[in-house]
């Protein structure tokens, strides 16, 4: 979090940028984040922002005391910003008069992750009306098992192309993934029932993964620094932890922690809580494990968190879809939020590729 | 220079991003993308001597419009409602999902229907879609072919123009 001297806004470094503009779109002063905005033609924004012209009469129309105006998931083709945002606008009071604000959240990656459910989705949606639309049609029995085929190569296709997709994304162990089951095998018999069957169900885990994962993003907009504990932090997600899923936590701490750290202590437990949550649906005789430590440079402390488990995904468990995709959807949310805070995620395995290990670095300032 | 929103949306994979690229760029893709949330770019036209710029909104598709986020809709004067001929989801609910985003759009906006993918279709076909659905489109396209394409857009610019007038 930092804090713009000129104008007393506070931004997240890296992955924010702020706007301030006055009635003419005339760009006032930005932390140049994202875009360095000297290199922009001296002109109103909305001249080289084709979004802003859109919707600056809106804008303006905003009163110091009326609510943000919030836009989700924006792609603005062939433009110096080149992925994909949320935008809010609101009217803010300086000492100057009163001037409009705009906030750029770059969610790209996290966006991507969410246009594979929502590409996914969406083909086996359309694959699922054509095939009940050809069924119709269909009359004999050779015409069936073509289309069903057809079908189902596509599907099949579509599922290995998605999770070589994820495993590249996550970076993570082949077996952390393995109760991914890529193929689908079935009898002939029936199988296009079967398969629509299948695919619906298939559909709604989707849907409910998508609803998660967007159930995040705008909450974490929203970051404002705190002061915490670590140590505090840690021992309450510890006794939340054994509440509610009944199994213990041995928590390891350094022998030195800091008192008092500033920063998105919200953030901090939002990822801690959902690698354990995840980690503890993987096996249901695990145990479990997480390890505090830091370093001090300067003002600066470099947090160390290790979350572990000991017995890594259990094989033989017949596990469904819904897991799966909740524990890529969880792992790739923590990703994307420890890259806010300008941190690392790391996943391995030991050496016999089961237990897992989450480390999580991560850099505070002292309070 | 006038400036008018236009909004494209409908279901997914109906043809709105194919629209938008056919009317800006001149180009078609045979393979899917879908779009994530809202893609935002313009175009200058000119009509009747006077130069109009049309800023496309195309949106990720839904299959119910009150799935689009609110803010979607905000300041939006055109809502072009696409559909697909060769899929009845697409359409089957047309008349509500119009009512829809007569309640949500500006009650100054211009609403046009647009049946898409008409090279996909016979003329059978397309009778047999205009006898079922609950309300008649406004122009028949393909953003494969380019056919009313450019029409389409020109002809809601036109109307902007008037209504603003
Ligand atoms: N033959 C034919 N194919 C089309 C036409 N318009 C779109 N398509 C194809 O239909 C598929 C979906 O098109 P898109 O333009 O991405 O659809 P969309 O409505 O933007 O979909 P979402 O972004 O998911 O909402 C693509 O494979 C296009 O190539 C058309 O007029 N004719
Ligand atoms: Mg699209």
Redesign the interface.
């Known amino acids: 979090m930092q804090q713009n001297e000129k104008t007393g806004i506070r931004h997240l470094s890296k992955f924010s940028q702020f706007f301030l503009l006055d009635d003419r779109a005339q760009l006032l002063a930005s932390c140049d984040s994202i875009v360095a905005t000297q290199h922009l033609p001296q002109r109103p924004v909305t001249d080289w922002f ?2 802003l ?3 600056f ?2 804008v303006k129309s905003l009163q110091v005391d009326t609510a943000e ?10 433009h110096q910003l080149p992925g ?1 945002y949320d935008f809010s606008f609101r009217r803010i009071q300086l000492r100057e008069g009163a001037f409009l604000l705009w906030r750029i959240f770059d969610y790209t990656a996290l ?2 992750d ?2 594979h459910y ?2 996914r989705r ?2 086996l ?2 694959h699922r ?1 054509m095939l009940e ?1 050809r069924q119709r049609q269909m009359r004999s029995r050779r015409d069936l098992n073509d289309g069903f085929n057809l079908v189902l190569e596509n599907f099949n296709h579509l599922q290995i192309a998605y999770f070589n997709h994820l495993r590249r994304a996550l970076q993570s162990p082949v077996n952390m993934l393995d109760g991914f089951r890529p193929e689908v095998t079935l009898q002939a018999a029936n199988a296009t029932q079967y398969y629509i069957q299948h695919l619906s169900q298939l559909l709604q885990h989707l849907q409910s993964a998508m609803a998660e994962w967007q159930s995040y993003a705008p909450a974490t907009a929203l970051v404002e620094a705190s002061h915490f504990s670590p140590a505090a932090l840690v021992q309450q997600l510890g006794i939340n932890f054994r509440e509610q899923l009944g199994q213990p936590l041995a928590i390891q701490f350094a022998s030195v922690l800091p008192e008092r750290l500033q920063g998105d202590q919200g953030g901090l437990w939002q990822i801690l809580a959902m690698l354990l949550y995840s980690a503890a649906a993987y096996h249901p005789d695990s145990s479990f494990e997480l390890e505090i430590r830091a370093q001090v440079a300067g003002e600066v402390a470099h947090l160390t968190v290790i979350v572990r488990e000991s017995l890594g995904r259990e094989q033989s468990k017949a596990r469904s879809d819904q897991d799966d995709l909740q524990l890529v959807t969880r792992l790739s949310l923590a990703r994307q939020m420890v890259e806010w805070q300008g941190g690392q995620i790391r996943v391995s395995n030991d050496a016999k590729q089961l237990a897992i290990a989450i480390e999580l670095n991560l850099n505070y300032r002292f309070a | 220079m006038i ?1 008018k ?1 236009i909004i494209l949306t409908g279901s ?2 109906v043809g709105k991003t194919s629209l938008f690229n056919q009317f800006i760029y001149n180009r078609f893709d045979d393979k ?11 175009k200058v036209i000119e009509i009747d001597g006077k130069e109009l ?1 049309l ?1 496309i ?1 195309d949106i ?2 839904e299959v119910s419009q009150d799935k689009v ?1 609110n ?2 809709f ?2 939006a004067s055109g809502i072009v409602f696409v559909f697909d001929l060769t ?3 697409t359409y089957k609910n047309i008349a509500n999902e119009i009512k829809y985003l007569q309640e949500i759009g500006d009650p100054n906006s211009i609403i046009k229907v647009v049946a898409n993918k008409s090279d996909l279709v016979d003329e059978e076909k397309i009778n047999e879609v205009a006898a079922e659905i609950q309300r008649p489109w406004d122009v028949i396209t393909s953003a494969k072919t380019g056919e009313n394409v450019q029409e389409l857009f020109r002809e809601l610019g036109r109307e902007l123009i008037d209504a603003a007038e």
Do not use: D
């Open positions: 084709p979004f012209e859109s919707i009469q809106q105006i919030h836009f989700q998931k924006i792609t603005i083709p062939h994909i966006y991507e969410l246009q929502q590409q969406n083909e949606e359309i009306e639309l | 400036s929103k997914f994979g899917y993308l879908t779009t994530i949330g809202v893609k935002v770019n313009k710029s800023l909104w990720a598709g986020p803010s979607y905000l300041g899929r009845p989801s």
